[in-house]
C-alpha cells in the first residue's frame, strides 16, 4: 500500500523489485490516479500556471519513498538494500509505503 497525501494506491510488484523499478511504479501509478493541481482557466499573459510538484518532476531525485518497520517508524529506501528491508515487515501481505515529493 502507497501513502500520497491523502490518499493511499494499492500497487502489486515482486518481491525482488529494484529501487529504481519501485520508484518507477510508484511515480507511474501517482501519476494515473493520483490529484492534480487545477489549472487556472484564463492565465494572466505573463503569469505561469501554478505547477503541482508532481508535474516537475522529471526523474526520481525528488521523491521520497519510506516504509514503515516493525516498530512503526518510517524508514527511507535509498537502495536496492533498503527495499528488501521492506519486504520483510510484510503485514497482511502488504508493505506500506509513504511517499513524498518536493
Do not use: W
Not at 511515480?27 to 482557466?41: A, S
Amino acid at each position: 500500500k502507497t501513502h500520497y497525501r491523502e490518499n493511499v494506491y494499492l500497487i502489486q510488484v515482486p518481491m525482488d523489485i529494484s529501487y529504481q523499478s519501485l520508484g518507477s511504479k510508484v511515480l507511474k501509478k501517482i501519476r494515473l490516479c493520483g490529484p492534480q493541481t487545477p489549472q487556472p482557466v484564463v492565465p494572466a499573459p505573463a503569469a505561469r500556471p501554478p505547477e503541482d510538484a508532481l508535474s516537475m518532476m522529471t526523474d526520481l531525485g525528488n521523491m521520497r519513498i519510506k516504509y514503515e518497520d516493525e516498530d512503526g517508524d518510517r524508514i527511507i529506501i535509498k537502495e536496492d538494500g533498503d527495499v528488501e528491508m521492506a519486504f520483510e515487515t510484510l503485514k497482511e501481505g502488504f508493505v506500506y509505503l509513504y511517499v513524498t515529493i518536493g
